[in-house]
């Protein structure tokens, strides 16, 4: 059973430098419907993981690896995606309002809608 909790707070210490640190690997989890809201997971990689429908409002995703990921109807409003690799991501039907894309890498991305 996936312990998001545990998993988050692995990232944010490892991002900070702390002792027991660990960067988050999502590679392929199943997310759909997660509350993320505002979660710092710059870096973490979430290669086809599963957040379809998540509430990612906020989130920071800057550096992640979210290629192959499928993000449709996800709420990704106001979410840092500056230089996350978003290639070949399903971002169908995704709430991009006020989201930083800055030197994401979009390549054949599913932007839909």
């Excluded at 989890?29 to 409002?57: H, K, P, Q, T």
Aim: net charge negative.
């Amino acid at each position: 059973m996936l312990d998001l909790d545990k998993i988050l707070a692995q990232h944010t210490a490892w991002l900070r430098g702390e002792p027991g640190g660990k960067r988050a690997s999502l590679c392929g989890a199943d997310l759909r419907g997660a509350n993320l809201r505002r979660a710092d997971l710059s870096w973490a990689i979430l290669c086809w993981a599963e957040l379809c429908g998540a509430n990612l409002r906020g989130a920071n995703l800057s550096e992640a690896d979210l290629g192959e990921a499928d993000l449709c109807y996800a709420d990704l409003s106001e979410a840092d995606l500056s230089r996350a690799d978003l290639s070949e991501t399903d971002l169908r039907e995704a709430d991009l309002h006020g989201a930083n894309l800055s030197k994401a890498n979009l390549r054949v991305a599913n932007l839909h809608g």
